[in-house]
C-alpha cells in the first residue's frame, strides 16, 4: 500500500546537536511539506518542494535545512541554529493536481 | 489574519452525544482535509473532501464550496474519540486550523 512514512515517532537530543528527521512517500507525490506545531498553535510551514532538487522556504525556515535529492524523500534537519527546536513535526506530499494528499504520522522532537 | 478559523476551540460533551466542528477558510483551495491527533500522539487522516459529504463509520464530513466552510459530525460520541481535530485546506500549501479539542465524557 501507498502511504508516507515518518521516523522516528519520538525523538529526544541534547541542545547544540542537529538531527535529521525522516520523511518517505512512495505515491509518486511531486509535492512535499514539512510543517512545526508547537502547543496551543496551528501548524506552520517550514519548507516545501515541489519537485525533485528544487524547495523553497516556508514562514519559519530559519534553523532548518532540508534536500530533495530523490522524489521519494524530503529530509529535514533541525540545525543547533533553530532556537526552540523542541515541538511536533508533520510530513505531507501531494500530487500534482492536489487531488490526492497524505500526511506523516509525525515526529515529536524534545531537545534537552 | 488565519486563512482557516475552526469552532470551537474546545469542546466537552456527554457520551452518545451528537457532535459538531466547524470550519471556514478565505482562500481557493483544492481540497480540504480533517485531521485527528490524540493527546503525545501523532496524525491519522480522517476524510479529503473537495465537494459535497463522506461518511465513515460514525464520522460525516461536509463541506460547501460556495461558503467557503466545512463541518465534521460525530453521531454517538464515544470516550474514544477524544482528541483534538484539525481542519486543512489544499492551497498552494496546506494551512491548518488551530484544532478543536474534544473531550467526551462518559
Known amino acids: 500500500d501507498g502511504g508516507i512514512t515518518q521516523s522516528p515517532k519520538y525523538l529526544f537530543r541534547k541542545e547544540g546537536q542537529n538531527v535529521t528527521l525522516s520523511c518517505e512517500q512512495n505515491?509518486?507525490?511531486?509535492?512535499m511539506y514539512w510543517y512545526r506545531q508547537d502547543p496551543g498553535q496551528g501548524l506552520r510551514l517550514i519548507y516545501y518542494?515541489?519537485?525533485?532538487?528544487?524547495?523553497q522556504k516556508g514562514d519559519i525556515a530559519e534553523g532548518y535545512s532540508v534536500s530533495r535529492e530523490k522524489k521519494e524523500s524530503f529530509p529535514l534537519t533541525v540545525t543547533s541554529a533553530q532556537k526552540n527546536p523542541t515541538a511536533f513535526y508533520l510530513c505531507?506530499?501531494?500530487?500534482?493536481?492536489?487531488?490526492?494528499?497524505?500526511f506523516g504520522q509525525g515526529t515529536r522532537l524534545t531537545v534537552v | 489574519k488565519n486563512e482557516v478559523e475552526q469552532s470551537p476551540q474546545n469542546l466537552t460533551a456527554q457520551e452518545g452525544e451528537f457532535i459538531t466542528i466547524n470550519c471556514s477558510y478565505s482562500?481557493?483551495?483544492?481540497?480540504l482535509h480533517w485531521l485527528q491527533q490524540h493527546p503525545g500522539g501523532g496524525i491519522v487522516s480522517l476524510f479529503m473532501?473537495?465537494?459535497g459529504k463522506k461518511k465513515h463509520g460514525r464520522l460525516i464530513a461536509t463541506i460547501n464550496i460556495q461558503e467557503k466552510h466545512s463541518s465534521l459530525h460525530i453521531t454517538a460520541s464515544h470516550p474514544r474519540d477524544s482528541a483534538v481535530y484539525i481542519c486543512?485546506?489544499?492551497?498552494?500549501?496546506?494551512?491548518f486550523g488551530t484544532g478543536t479539542s474534544l473531550t467526551v465524557i462518559p
Open positions: 505531507a506530499s501531494s500530487n500534482q493536481r492536489d487531488t490526492e494528499a497524505f
Open positions: 505515491l509518486n507525490h511531486d509535492a
Open positions: 518542494s515541489q519537485i525533485v532538487n528544487d524547495f
Open positions: 482562500v481557493g483551495i483544492s481540497a
Open positions: 473532501l473537495s465537494s
Open positions: 486543512a485546506v489544499a492551497g498552494n500549501q496546506f494551512y
